[in-house]
């Protein structure tokens, strides 16, 4: 039986998750047809079937790692289901039979957007007697009326419901007529909610793991600075409308890359990663600023390649578009791998400090926090509206000393408080 | 016994049970190109109600039917299905003569005809008559088929009393026509406006009607699978109440019939029941018919399902 393997999916992938299966058995997939969603690093690539075929059986279920080179699927050789398909010498089986030891473990099949595939017997025959149809399992790529009988044979284990609190009554002390205590009383909101299980895979599994290796190899300290950004706010206030001209909505987190950037080429050793393999610590040339987005099936990093070499409204026009399809899902291999450094902001609600996890095997990642109006002392020692933002950086102190470290964020906030630095490094 | 033998004594019967009955057709007189009339020539009482018709069809059939309105019970017995369709305007106008004179007058006409396959012709064999004659408004399409009911089916059309008097018209199967049967049932044992399961079964029902109802019966054999098998059995006005009630009874249902899918009466039953039975449909309504296409003599065959496509069908709903 042909055997469908996991193909080579890009430079350095050794491994992939199985996200979704697009076929089912049964199903006919014609060659280039997508067949299965497989997640590496934090892309979720289609592969699609290499020939027509039939799919005979899944062998790497959703969820599992698959390597490379291995077997992923069973691959049919006619054109005939399988489940149907009568052979002259040896009639066709009988049909499954309905036995209570099946008990159903996968969840049912669904078209995708969440909607159980059963068939209207099925759905009938679950309406009338209130059984869930998400809960019955059909192995067959849909739920038959035989699948929800066999569910409806298997009860679920029924919470066990809490027990209601008896007020408790008064120690008898006779010669002590303390008043009883006022029983506590919870309202009555009908059973308590079960608990919610979510799978832990995918996306949540790929950021678990990489911040574990991170958290765990990695000495972490995190430094913290106030930066004084009234001018730039003056400064973003006015290129604000002339980038609006443009097409662009200017935020502060161009300038903070830009900062960023020249504040690296001046501490090289904080774009830098430790190769303690071959006992080497490599420091980049290249200046890859990874802009850490919020999306809905969790963190991403999608990278600003070459952020030293975009113009200021490019850097801009670059971090919408990644972000865009970072959140999207449709973010690139290339466009989520090889950052040097790694800014991690969450604008408004950003905080006033903040202790970032490298990505790992960064030795610096910034963390940006919200810009509030405060009281400052100025150089006349007059109380003032200052415009004031935090920067936390946390630094591999393998690599990066706290001198280093600190004055690379120095060198950040240098840049932040005078944007005129800014303008003649030539942004 | 053969089935020819079967019907052609059983035509004879019915013209001695009934004196109003007449047996007309091309070349009836010489016992007529199936030989249905053969015994009735044999027999010196019956020879003068066997009435030879000219080589054209709306002329025949527009005769029988004026037969019926004056009060005779014709039977007009066609060598081939072409005759009923060159005839098609004769019929059509028989069908709706009760209708167009407010059910006033009764048109006890009962029309026989072969069909499909089994004379090694081709063209027509592969066509589906009952399809064609079952969107006649007002006719009355029944189509035999087991061959030991043969002759019990042709007793069952006759029966046109006045409360009854439908112009009819039976479709017989030439497999069925050349089969052999140990015994002819006098009698269907139910009325012939009914479809009757023939097989229980639970994992699957099969409905088919004609040729293809031992196809069918051949298939849950060959499938080993505990289907039900439902034979159809008059095609035009659909017994729907007992077609509907034997679909939901396990909601996996093959249909499965001679001729193309195409426009066919299996499309009609797979509406009914997508109409009538959605909530109790367990996987898709799966149709096994003939061929798509004209075919020639040699490949006539190809008009009827064969055994192991009928049992594929029905392992593929029962394990669906």
Redesign the interface.
């Given at each position: 039986m042909p055997e469908f393997k996991l193909p080579a999916i890009g430079e350095g992938v050794v491994e992939g998750e199985i996200v979704r299966w697009l076929k089912q058995p049964g199903d006919a997939v014609s060659a280039n047809e997508a067949i299965v969603e497989v997640m590496t690093d934090k892309a979720t690539v289609e592969i699609p079937s290499p020939r027509d075929a039939i799919v005979q059986e899944i062998v790497a279920a959703e969820g599992t790692i698959a390597a490379v080179g291995e077997v992923i699927a069973l691959f049919g050789d006619s054109a005939?289901?399988p489940?149907?398909?009568?052979t002259?010498a040896a009639?066709?089986?009988?049909?499954?039979p309905i036995s209570p030891a099946a008990a159903p473990v996968a969840a049912a099949p669904t078209n995708g957007a969440g909607k159980v595939l059963a068939?209207?017997?099925?759905?009938?025959h679950a309406r009338e007697h209130g059984i869930d149809l998400a809960a019955v399992s059909g192995d067959?790529g849909?739920v038959?009326?035989?699948d929800v009988l066999r569910a409806q044979a298997t009860p679920t284990p029924t919470p066990t419901p809490t027990p209601t609190p008896t007020p408790t009554s008064a120690p008898a002390v006779a010669q002590a007529p303390a008043p009883a205590p006022t029983p506590v009383v919870r309202r009555d909101l009908g059973a308590p909610a079960a608990d919610e299980t979510i799978p832990f895979r995918g996306m949540r599994r790929i950021i678990a793991d990489g911040l574990k290796k991170s958290y765990s190899t990695a000495v972490h300290y995190t430094y913290v600075e106030q930066v004084d950004v009234s001018k730039l706010v003056e400064v973003r206030k006015q290129a604000k409308n002339a980038a609006a001209e443009q097409g662009v909505a200017l935020s502060y987190l161009p300038f903070i890359v830009k900062a960023v950037v020249l504040a690296l080429k001046r501490y090289p050793i904080v774009n830098a990663e430790l190769d303690e393999a071959n006992a080497q610590v490599i420091v980049r040339k290249r200046y890859n600023i990874g802009i850490a987005t919020a999306t809905d099936n969790g963190l991403m990093v999608p990278v600003l390649h070459d952020a030293d070499r975009l113009s200021l409204l490019d850097v801009a026009r670059e971090i919408d578009r990644l972000s865009n399809a970072a959140r999207a899902m449709k973010a690139s291999r290339d466009e989520l791998t090889g950052s040097t450094f790694t800014i991690t902001s969450l604008g408004a609600i950003g905080g006033v400090l903040a202790t970032p996890i490298l990505n790992y095997p960064e030795v610096g990642i910034l963390g940006v926090h919200a810009i509030r109006k405060t009281p400052v002392v100025d150089d006349n020692d007059n109380i003032v509206i200052g415009h004031l933002m935090n920067l936390s950086v946390s630094l591999d102190h393998r690599v990066v000393d706290g001198f280093e470290g600190a004055s690379f964020l120095q060198e950040v906030r240098r840049y932040l408080e005078d944007p005129t630095l800014l303008l003649l490094a030539g942004i | 016994m053969s089935v020819l033998t079967s019907l052609s004594e059983m035509m004879a019967q019915l013209l001695r049970e009934d004196r109003r009955r007449v047996v007309l057709g091309e070349d009836a007189r010489d016992g007529g190109m199936l030989g249905l009339s053969r015994t009735c020539i044999a027999d010196g009482t019956l020879r003068e109600r066997v009435i030879a018709t000219p080589l054209s069809p709306t002329t025949a059939v527009a005769h029988a039917a004026g037969l019926a309105r004056g009060g005779a019970r014709p039977i007009l017995v066609f060598a081939s299905p072409l005759g009923l369709l060159e005839g098609l305007a004769g019929l059509r106008e028989a069908a709706r003569l009760g209708w167009r004179t407010g059910q006033s007058a009764a048109v006890p006409l009962l029309m026989v005809t072969p069909s499909g396959p089994g004379f090694g012709l081709g063209e027509e064999a592969a066509e589906a008559i009952e399809a064609t004659l079952a969107r006649v408004p007002g006719l009355r399409v029944l189509c035999a088929g087991q061959p030991a009911e043969a002759a019990a089916w042709l007793h069952a059309a006759a029966q046109l009393d006045d409360d009854d008097a439908v112009p009819t018209v039976l479709v017989l199967p030439r497999r069925v026509l050349l089969a052999d049967t140990d015994e002819a049932l006098p009698d269907l044992g139910r009325a012939c406006t009914s479809a009757a399961r023939i097989r229980d079964g639970q994992a699957a029902t099969v409905f088919a009607w004609g040729e293809t109802v031992q196809v069918a019966l051949d298939a849950v054999a060959h499938a080993q699978i505990d289907a039900a098998v439902v034979d159809v059995g008059c095609l035009a006005p659909l017994d729907a109440a007992t077609l509907v009630a034997e679909a939901k009874a396990t909601g996996k249902i093959v249909i499965a019939h001679a001729g193309p899918a195409a426009g066919g009466l299996g499309a009609e039953l797979a509406a009914l029941f997508a109409d009538q039975a959605i909530l109790h449909l367990d996987a898709p309504i799966t149709r096994v018919t003939g061929a798509d296409a004209p075919l020639s003599a040699a490949l006539e065959a190809q008009a009827v399902p064969t055994v192991a496509r009928v049992a594929e069908a029905i392992a593929h709903v029962a394990n669906y």
């Open positions: 005939v289901v489940a149907s398909k009568p002259p009639p066709p089986p009988a049909p499954a068939t209207p017997a099925a759905r009938a067959r849909r038959t009326k035989a | -």
